[in-house]
């Protein structure tokens, strides 16, 4: 299937196919100084029935790798 803006090269490379590669894994890895920043790992506990703070502690923590994946999303976007 023919994507837009893409050539068909018959799935050989271009000339700059390495370099936009490389390119790209630098942006979205933030190698260029532009590194976002990771939430730590957590390993959160949930009774039963849970807590109300139990429950806003995973919606803060949710909402923290939220930014993260709106961060990238917008970095891939640009």
């Known amino acids: 299937m023919k994507k837009p ?3 068909d090269t018959g799935g050989k490379p271009t000339p700059g196919f390495n370099r936009a590669v490389k390119d790209n ?3 979205i890895t933030g190698r260029r100084g532009n ?3 990771l939430p730590d790992l957590q390993t959160l ?3 039963n029935p849970p807590t109300q703070a139990e429950v806003a502690a995973l919606n803060a923590y949710v909402n ?3 930014k993260v ?3 990238l ?3 891939l976007d640009e």
């Open 5 to 7: 803006n893409i050539p």
């Open 25 to 27: 894994i630098e942006i």
């Open 35 to 37: 590194k976002i920043d």
């Open 45 to 47: 506990t949930v009774s």
């Open 64 to 66: 923290e790798w939220g």
């Open 69 to 71: 994946l709106i961060a």
């Open 73 to 75: 999303k917008a970095r």
